[in-house]
């Protein structure tokens, strides 16, 4: 196995929205960076592609302007049952892009700051000697720190013997992409028997219809299709949406084994960034904050680490670990707590006259899901 002689400081393991706005910002500082991802740019994803505004100021530092990619902003949000009981709110405000142009256009920007991306899949991460050494299917590399971005699942994770990974992950994802009428400043969430839909649009004026359920649901029936037509369709909002449009895919991507069980954001001294730190539901449409804001969190105290400002490795994972919890482990109880509730249909049908009632109710728990807008010092 060749060995690539040139050591860098950082190594960042996936190039997802984690991976790549932690690329940009150690480059911005002029830290050696490679990225490993496996899949070639652009790409597509499985994700409802609505994040909220609280990232703006972040990505305005990391120089990535959302709206010049066509991004859609949304201003409104509405909610519904399974038997089809709709509200309304004002959401705390957010966008909708493909992560087909986001993750694009924040790869771009990392190599135009220097930072090496590669097409490769890592295979193993050892820590030895106080350094890492990282290889991939063709190669070894060698850092003094590595920057886990891969994801919710990988077989990184297997190899790590993370415990996560031993329990059951039940969830499986639908995404496509449509043509048709919806309104563009609009982010609705409509609930089915065993599931959830979101549906948004992004840039170009696709719309994302992005629907998360459990297996044990889906497998009674033969395909997407029969599913959608049985399940899905009991909701009248998604019968009417999913009629009225033109799917963009020839096939719907799709993805299985979601996994929301709490994981380590430090595992063998990797820094864990994004949903390989953990994994919000995406009923809260803030998986996405999260991944950005957990790499600027990274990014900074690494700086300051590389730069001397913290003294020891221990000192730096500590922080790490510190800020991460501040930052998310709330956010992480009250998403699991809301989708707990919304998975028990019965309840969440007599919720809706209470949620009626107090309008404030559904803002103040989606406001507790998110974040506050991201300081750049
Ligand atoms: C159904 C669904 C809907 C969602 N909807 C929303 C939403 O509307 N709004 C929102 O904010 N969030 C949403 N999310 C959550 C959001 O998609 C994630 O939180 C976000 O993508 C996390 O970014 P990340 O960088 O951590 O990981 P990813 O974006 O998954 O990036 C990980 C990267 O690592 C690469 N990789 C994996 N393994 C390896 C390896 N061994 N070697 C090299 N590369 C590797 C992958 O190819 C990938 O590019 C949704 C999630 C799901 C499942």
Request: net charge positive.
């Amino acid at each position: 196995m060749k060995t690539n002689s040139a050591p860098f400081n950082v190594i960042i393991i996936g190039g997802g929205l984690a991976g790549l706005s932690s690329a940009i910002h150690l480059s911005k500082e002029d830290i050696r960076v490679l990225v490993i991802e496996k899949n070639a740019y652009p790409k597509h994803k499985v994700c409802g592609e609505y994040i909220s505004n609280e990232v703006l100021p972040y990505l305005h530092y990391l120089e990535i302007d959302v709206f010049k990619l066509g991004a859609q902003k949304i201003n409104k949000f509405e909610l519904s049952t399974p038997k089809s009981k709709l509200i309304k709110a004002l959401p705390l405000g957010g966008f909708g892009i493909s992560r087909f142009a986001l993750d694009n256009a924040l790869a771009k920007k990392a190599m135009q700051n220097g930072a090496i991306i590669i097409q490769d899949s890592v295979i193993d991460i050892q820590f030895l000697n106080d350094a890492f050494s990282i290889q991939t299917k063709n190669k070894t590399f060698h850092s003094k720190i590595v920057i886990g971005a891969y994801g919710k699942r990988s077989s990184l994770d297997i190899k790590m013997d993370r415990s996560f990974i031993k329990q059951k992950s039940p969830f499986l994802a639908v995404k496509m992409h449509a043509k048709g009428n919806f309104p563009k400043d609009l982010v609705a969430l409509h609930n089915f028997k065993g599931g959830y839909c979101g549906v948004s649009k992004v840039e170009n004026d696709i719309i994302n219809l992005c629907y998360i359920t459990n297996f044990e649901a889906f497998k009674k029936f033969k395909d997407i299709d029969e599913f959608q037509e049985e399940v899905l369709f009991k909701n009248n909002y998604l019968k009417s949406i999913f009629k009225n449009s033109q799917p963009v895919f020839e096939t719907p991507l799709t993805i299985s084994q979601i996994s929301f069980s709490n994981k380590s954001p430090i595992e063998n001294h990797i820094i864990m960034c994004g949903d390989t730190a953990g994994m919000i539901h995406p009923l809260c449409g803030n998986g996405m904050s999260m991944a950005i804001r957990s790499a600027q969190m990274a990014s900074q105290l690494i700086i300051n680490y590389l730069q001397g400002k913290i003294k020891s490795r221990l000192a730096l994972e500590k922080a790490y670990q510190k800020s991460w919890n501040q930052e998310f482990r709330n956010r992480l109880r009250v998403g699991h707590f809301a989708a707990n509730i919304f998975s028990k249909n019965q309840l969440s049908e007599m919720l809706i006259p209470i949620i009626k009632q107090i309008p404030n109710l559904l803002p103040k728990i989606v406001k507790l899901t998110h974040g506050k807008p991201m300081v750049v010092k």
